[in-house]
């Protein structure tokens, strides 16, 4: 199992969510970004492409060696500075209110404690800053949300963690973050996989 989710899982998830459709979602929530940018969950550099020419540097925070390794041709090819800062977005090696932007795409849904790492967020981004937020989670439909429930444990056990039950909407107010903008809508798939919330939130300070 090791060997699944060490070697194995980032190539997966690589080809998985790099597929046109998901471009274009992470076009739209890299849009308005600027300045120094500290994204958790990196994996293996989806986002670099779609950058904005107004961020001067992205930390980036990625624990699979396998997945950095995939990022590194993405990361030569882009004008856009990225740094390797950290493994672990519940505990991101940065100073208070260092970054003048976050993105999280497809992260929330796998890390361990997501309360953590957007408590995290909120500390290292400066009081205004806005967090880019893509994510699947929790459908309002209930017949889709019934089988999101049956599969989770699936979910987990084969994709290192991550759940189809999250609701990343609840998750970014009850960390304390305010809600600025919100999309919601089923993209192409099967609809256990695809309710998407691109969203928008402002660090209060």
């Known amino acids: ?9 980032p190539r ?4 998985a969510c790099g597929v046109g459709d998901l471009r274009r979602w992470r076009e739209e929530v890299t849009e308005g970004l600027s300045g120094r940018v500290v994204e958790i969950g990196f994996g293996s550099g989806l986002n670099v492409a779609h950058y904005p020419p ?21 990361i030569a090819e882009s004008p856009v500075t990225v740094e390797h800062v950290g493994l672990d977005g519940q505990a991101i090696p940065l100073p208070d209110a260092s970054a003048d932007a976050g993105l999280s795409t497809f ?27 893509l994510e699947h989670g929790l459908a309002p439909d209930p017949p889709v949300a ?30 304390g973050f305010d809600l600025e ?3 919601q809508r089923y993209a192409r ?4 996989w695809s309710w998407f919330t691109s969203a928008m939130a402002v660090n209060p300070g």
Request: aromatic letters at 6%; hydrophobic letters at 45%.
């Open 54 to 74: 107004e961020v001067s540097v992205v930390w980036a925070v990625e624990p699979a060696a396998v997945a950095r390794r995939l990022a590194a041709r993405r």
């Open 181 to 183: 903008r919100c999309e």
């Open 189 to 192: 798939g099967p609809r256990p």
């Open 107 to 133: 992260t929330l849904c796998t890390v361990p404690d997501p309360a953590a790492a957007l408590a995290e967020l909120r500390r290292v981004l400066r009081p205004g800053a806005r967090l880019h937020l």
């Open 1 to 9: 199992m090791n060997l699944y989710r060490e070697q194995v899982l």
């Open 12 to 15: 997966l998830i690589d080809w």
């Open 146 to 175: 019934k089988w999101q429930r049956r599969f989770d444990p699936w979910q987990c056990r084969l994709a290192g963690g991550c759940h189809l039950t999250r609701d990343p909407v609840q998750m970014l107010e009850s960390a």
